[in-house]
């Protein structure tokens, strides 16, 4: 998985609205303390939370 997805690629791939991804991306670096959005990313399906 390449550096750097932006909300745009995300919501493509995961088939969602971009609204959507913000909010989920926003969610879970809260909540993991990840330092980037990629990490955040493949933790959440690491972890089953999306895919």
Do not use: C, D
């Not at 879970?28 to 990629?38: E, F, P």
Request: positive net charge.
């Amino acid at each position: 998985m390449g550096q750097g997805w932006t909300n745009t690629e995300i919501a493509e791939r995961l088939h969602l609205a971009e609204p959507t991804v913000k909010t989920h991306v926003g969610r879970i670096l809260a909540k993991t303390g990840s330092r980037n959005r990629v990490q955040a990313v493949i933790l959440a399906y690491e972890t089953k939370l999306v895919g």
